[in-house]
């Protein structure tokens, strides 16, 4: 856990649940995957989900260095929860989503990681 503060953000976003995964098309583990992180979108309409193309989006992602995929940020009330690589599974993604909503799992991620989601918000 990084111990630097990061600006808190717009209300508009800070009760949100965002699952923002990262990936790269030319990965075809994520081509695989888009569809399952498609279909947890249409499922939970609540939730904001965000496909960032690692190379595509060099803007959103900077200087970090994705290397395994997929590799998911979920962030709720204006914190990130989790940040890592994920198995390619929908029922995978949408149990930690949901143990993270219900407060059974206090992670948090560090700065670098709180800083990467404030650029995905500042690019949707």
Do not use: H, N, Y
Request: hydrophobic share 50%; glycine share 8%; aromatic share 8%.
């Amino acid at each position: 856990m990084g111990s630097q503060a990061v600006p808190a953000l717009p209300a508009s976003q800070d009760r949100a649940w965002w699952v923002v995964c990262f990936c790269a098309q030319w990965c075809g583990v994520c081509r695989e995957f888009r569809d399952a992180f498609d279909a947890l979108a249409q499922q939970q309409p609540a939730l904001r989900m965000a496909w960032v193309d690692v190379e595509d989006d060099e803007d959103i992602v900077g200087d970090l260095d994705v290397e395994t995929f997929p590799t998911i940020l979920v962030a709720g009330e204006g914190r990130v929860r989790f940040f890592g690589p994920v198995l390619p599974q929908m029922a995978v993604l949408a149990r930690m989503v949901a143990v993270l909503q219900a407060g059974k799992d206090e992670g948090e991620a560090d700065a670098a990681a709180q800083a990467l989601f404030q650029r995905v918000l500042g690019s949707r």
